[in-house]
């Protein structure tokens, strides 16, 4: 786990553009060796874990 920016102001990514605006982001991924590559390298269980993990994230009641 690792932690880019300030809390609410995005990370590495395009969320910052969001956080600009007052949106609560959330930038979370799955490591990859030669990410954005033509050909990127993960485990199946990694991308499985992500899926679980997103899919409960956005189903959690407000």
């Avoid at 030669?34 to 679980?52: F, G, L, N, R, V």
Wanted: glycine letters at 12%; hydrophobic letters at 40%; aromatic letters at 8%.
């Amino acid at each position: 786990m690792a932690e880019l920016g300030k809390v609410d102001q995005g990370g590495g990514t395009i969320a910052h553009l969001a956080a600009k605006y007052g949106m609560d982001v959330l930038d979370a991924g799955v490591a990859g060796l030669s990410m954005h590559a033509p050909w990127e390298i993960t485990h199946k269980e990694d991308i499985c874990t992500a899926y679980e993990c997103y899919k409960s994230f956005l189903t959690l009641e407000k």
